[in-house]
């Protein structure tokens, strides 16, 4: 075999599902790291942020900043692990409407079978929202507000949306608990000040 074909043979192997893969951003570039291997660099635009490993190992979406004519935009972008295939998935679409706002995307993540990338977005004054995108179609929806964003990964509750919210009490004043919601938003019940107990369930699975 060539030099070349070697290399794609070794990184695809690296890719394989059950590799002890991560990704980081690395000076604005997504890189894909695997014990005993040389990092991988996947994007060379020096915009690049919050890169999130889909589960099959397969591919990665993260966050790409603007250009210097636009340096607040943000867009969510995804790319084979194998090199190749970036693409942009949710470019901005401002909106006055907060559900509808897509505009200062942060912290994408996958569901646990990767049909789904959730991602928080700019919104109320108070709050922002999670949005949710089907990598394939680039279908997107609104799903709650939100201030942080984490998806279950495996256990009773996998695929379920840990979500920081900013609400209200019924006399004066406002507090942000941790909600345990549905994929499509729907209240499960409140995880309190702190979400690591609960954490500590799927982590311990």
Sequence with gaps: MRPSVLALAALLLAAAPGAAQ???ADHGNVVLSRPGAAPVRLTTSGRDRDP?????G???????????????ASELWIVAVGGGGERRLL????????????????????SPD?????????????????????????R??????????????????AGHLV???????????????????????REVGPLGESPNSFRERWEES
């Design 114 to 138: 990767g049909r789904t990338i959730y991602v928080l977005t700019a919104a109320w004054v108070t709050s922002g929202a999670v949005h949710a995108v089907e990598p394939g179609t680039g």
């Design 22 to 24: 991560t990704v980081s």
């Design 52 to 56: 999130a490993l889909s589960p099959d």
């Design 163 to 185: 979500v920081s919210q900013h609400r209200y009490f019924v006399s004066d004043g406002s507090y942000d608990w941790y909600w345990l919601l549905t994929p499509d938003g």
């Design 91 to 110: 470019p901005e679409r401002p909106s006055d409407e907060p559900r509808e706002n897509l505009t200062g995307f942060d912290n994408p993540q996958f």
């Design 58 to 72: 397969w591919s990665v979406a993260f966050v790409r900043g603007g250009d210097g004519a636009r340096p607040d």
């Design 140 to 157: 997107v929806r609104y799903v709650c507000p939100g201030n942080s964003l984490e998806v279950v990964p495996r256990g009773e509750y």
